[in-house]
């Protein structure tokens, strides 16, 4: 994936995770960035299926 391909998020984190990202980052080679499409690939489930009726229940919450 290119830059191109990819969306600025802007997120608040602790900063003490912060710096360890960081430098997990570094010990991987790889950018915060790498790090962070690793890891929410890892958490997120292969498929994630919304219904409509989930998608108006949550707009009356």
Known sequence: MTNNE???VTLFL???LLK???AQAIVEGGS???LAEK???RYL???TIIKKADIAK???S
């Open 32 to 34: 915060l960035t790498d």
């Open 14 to 16: 602790n900063p003490n």
């Open 45 to 47: 489930p292969k498929e």
């Open 58 to 60: 949550d707009r009356l």
């Open 39 to 41: 890891a929410i690939t």
């Open 6 to 8: 990819k969306q600025r």
């Open 20 to 22: 360890q990202a960081k």
